[in-house]
């Protein structure tokens, strides 16, 4: 464990940790600290930032960052917050070194947030973009879907409901800690109670009902972790042993490689939730968007190489 990483949870657990243990949710409250970040990257050199949140952008509505030299690979990129907070313009410390380090051009989708639009707002949104990538003319064999948190859950939940839907998939996807039961039953969610930086347990059910609604916490679109997996393309999946959501990711990739799914599962030691958004600054971070970007590349060129085949 870096120093660096060290210090970010010290500094997680005394200013963001006390905030989850409230009795209730302030939504607008949360808005306004996410969105007074201190730092956000510079966009990358031989890159151009299309910030695109006009009514006519939609289904594309939120941010494009494409590299001046052509490239084959697409990102869409799912932001995190619960549902209910963030945007593309606060993940662009972990998008942004993540389109570098692959290669590809990424598009942040600026999703509708509950409690105004709940469930199944951001998943129709998630599901037109990336429809709307595909008729644009981008193979859907160059996408890879990834997101954090609840982006990383909404995530496997496009992929499916583009199964079922009968859609093309894209070649894979790249999850960051992904909030995948809201009904919040995984055993970390108490027995990594007091060792997760950022998150008491007892948060998330609450969360969950805010984006959920009247919906059903367990419907797969909801909760991926009770859907099925077979068909799906390549999963990659990043977590910290001490997140209270750690069962999120462990029971996922298990209910996934047992049906038949390739599953790169990476349990990073002593990681708060969602450090690759820590990068530059933390070297566990960079490291960890160096393989995430590698997996895309992987699978993106597997992809091709067998349509050329085919």
């Known amino acids: ?172 996807a790249a999850v960051f800690a992904p909030w995948t039961d809201l009904a919040a039953t995984g055993a970390s969610m108490k027995t990594n109670d007091g060792r997760d930086p950022m998150f008491y347990g007892k948060a998330f059910a609450p969360a969950g009902k805010l984006y959920t609604g009247d919906a059903d916490v367990r419907n797969p679109y909801v909760s991926p972790l009770y859907g099925r997996f077979d068909g799906l393309p390549p999963l990659f999946i990043q977590v910290g042993d001490t997140e209270v959501l750690l069962d999120d990711s462990t029971r996922v990739a298990e209910k996934a490689r047992a049906s038949g799914v390739s599953v790169d599962l990476e349990i990073w030691p002593k990681m708060p939730h969602v450090f690759q958004i820590l990068a530059p600054f933390v070297p566990e971070a960079n490291q960890a968007l160096e393989r995430a970007a590698g997996f895309v590349r992987r699978v993106t060129m597997r992809q091709a190489e067998t349509a050329e085949v085919s």
């Open 1 to 172: 464990m870096s120093w660096q990483s060290a210090l970010a949870c010290w500094v997680l657990r005394r200013r963001m940790r006390p905030e989850t243990g409230k009795p209730a949710i302030d939504v607008a409250r949360a808005r306004a600290l996410t969105s007074k970040r201190a730092w956000l990257p510079k966009v990358p050199p031989g890159w151009r930032l299309e910030e695109r949140y006009g009514q006519a952008d939609a289904p594309l509505r939120g941010e494009w960052l494409v590299p001046d030299k052509p490239s084959a690979t697409t990102i869409l990129y799912l932001h995190g917050g619960g549902y209910y907070f963030c945007s593309p313009a606060t993940h662009r410390g972990l998008v942004f070194p993540l389109a570098r380090r692959s290669g590809a051009r990424t598009f942040s989708l600026d999703y509708r947030l509950a409690p105004e639009t709940p469930f199944p707002a951001a998943l129709d949104d998630a599901l037109a973009a990336y429809r709307k990538l595909v008729a644009d003319g981008t193979p859907p064999e160059s996408i890879v879907i990834a997101g954090d948190s609840a982006g990383g859950g909404l995530a496997l939940a496009t992929l499916l409901a583009l199964r079922d839907a009968g859609d093309l998939l894209p070649a894979g």
